[in-house]
Structures are given as structure tokens and as C-alpha cells.
């Protein structure tokens, strides 16, 4: 078997977008919610600049001329508003953000960085905390750091297994991916089975199963 690990790219952009469209619907919505603790004035101000950073990194994902430095800048910008409103409740989504604009950019251990510290932020309590933990585990599994990519193997493996995990599915759709190109036919049988519990994500390991034999056979 080939050993192309940017087979599956496509998958990561899939997975690094999903929390935008989540959380951008819960804002459209009205419905996301905020502490108390600040004025009325100071979230409504953080929801508007969230919104208009949100509208960039759209413009960017669809432009097909953007270049790393363009991302840098939002990058760049989403921290500055993460420093003028980490005490609203949309504190911990600038950082989310930031670090999306990093992974970009290029920079990966950057965008792990902040997303680790997003998701501190956030506390498991948070809507879309389980959906940023796994992401940040196959950003890690991404790593060329050693470490970086041990921690993401082991923070993919727990998150699959929890049940409190609404993303459970998830977690294994990519431990599976993983060990299909890597050729860990233990993991792979291990996912597998599990992945049967989960419609959806198993019907995607069926159709991926046979677009992969066909590339490599």
C-alpha cells in the first residue's frame, strides 16, 4: 500500500470547516448564548466582530488566489480581537478561529497551540467542545512533532471510546482513515468494527474503502 498521507487531505479541510458552519448557524440563529457577567454591549460587540471575521475567512476559503500571508493577517486580526473580548462567552472561538487562520498560513504547531488553549477556554460543557477536541487531535496526528503526534494518536483513541463523545463516530472515521494509508491493519480492523455503530461514518468508510483500493491496486 502507498504510504501518501496527503490522500486525505480533503478529508482535514472537511473537518477543519465543520466547526464555522456549526457555530456560525448557532450565531445566525440567535441562539448562542452568553455569561452575564459582562455587559449586554460588550457581547453584542463580540458577536459583530465574530460575525465579520467569520465573512473574511469565507472570502479567503473561496478565493482561489489567497496566499499564506493573507491568512497570516487574519490570523493576526482574530488575536486582536481575541484580546479585546476572551471574557465573552465567543472568547475561546477567536482562538478557534485564529488558529484555523494559522493552519492556513502554514503553520501548524501555531494552530495546535491555539486550539489547545481554545479548547481549555471552552470546558466540555461548551456546544462545540467535543467537535474542536477531535479536530485537535488529527491536527496532532498531522504533526511531524513526535510528541504532538503521540498525544493526538492517544486524544483520538480516548474521544472515540467516550461515550459523553457526541463526535465518537468522528474520532474513529479518522483513526480509520489513518490506519488505512498507513497500512495498520490492527487499527484498521479495530475501527472498522466499531465504525458499524455509526451509520453515516460507516457508509463513508465503505464508499473510501473502494476509491482507496481503486488508487492503490
Not at 491536527?139 to 471510546?161: I, P, R
Request: hydrophobic content about 40%; charged content about 20%.
Amino acid at each position: 500500500m502507498k504510504d501518501n498521507w496527503e490522500t486525505i487531505v480533503h478529508d482535514r479541510r472537511v473537518l477543519y470547516g465543520m466547526g464555522g458552519i456549526v457555530l456560525g448557524v448557532l450565531i445566525v440563529g440567535g441562539g448562542y448564548w452568553f455569561h452575564r457577567h459582562r455587559t449586554e454591549q460588550y457581547n453584542q460587540d463580540a458577536q459583530v466582530a465574530f460575525s465579520y471575521h467569520l465573512e473574511r475567512m469565507d472570502l479567503l476559503s473561496t478565493n482561489t488566489s489567497a496566499q499564506a500571508g493573507d491568512w497570516t493577517a487574519l490570523e493576526e486580526s482574530f488575536g486582536v480581537e481575541y484580546s479585546r473580548y476572551k471574557d465573552s462567552s465567543l472568547g475561546p472561538y477567536f482562538r478557534a478561529f485564529q488558529s484555523e487562520a494559522a493552519l492556513r498560513a502554514g503553520d501548524r504547531e501555531q494552530a495546535i497551540a491555539l486550539l489547545a488553549e481554545a479548547v481549555r477556554a471552552m470546558g466540555s460543557a461548551a456546544p462545540l467542545y467535543y467537535l474542536y477536541m477531535v479536530k485537535l487531535g488529527v491536527m496532532q496526528l498531522d504533526s511531524h512533532n513526535e510528541q504532538h503526534h503521540e498525544s493526538g494518536m492517544h486524544d483520538l483513541l480516548q474521544l472515540a471510546q467516550d461515550t459523553c463523545n457526541p463526535y465518537q463516530g468522528l474520532a474513529w472515521y479518522h483513526l480509520w482513515h489513518y490506519a488505512w494509508v498507513k497500512g495498520d491493519s490492527a487499527l484498521i480492523q479495530r475501527a472498522y468494527a466499531k465504525l458499524q455503530s455509526f451509520t453515516d461514518w460507516y457508509h463513508m468508510v465503505q464508499a473510501k474503502g473502494a476509491q482507496i483500493t481503486d488508487t492503490y491496486e
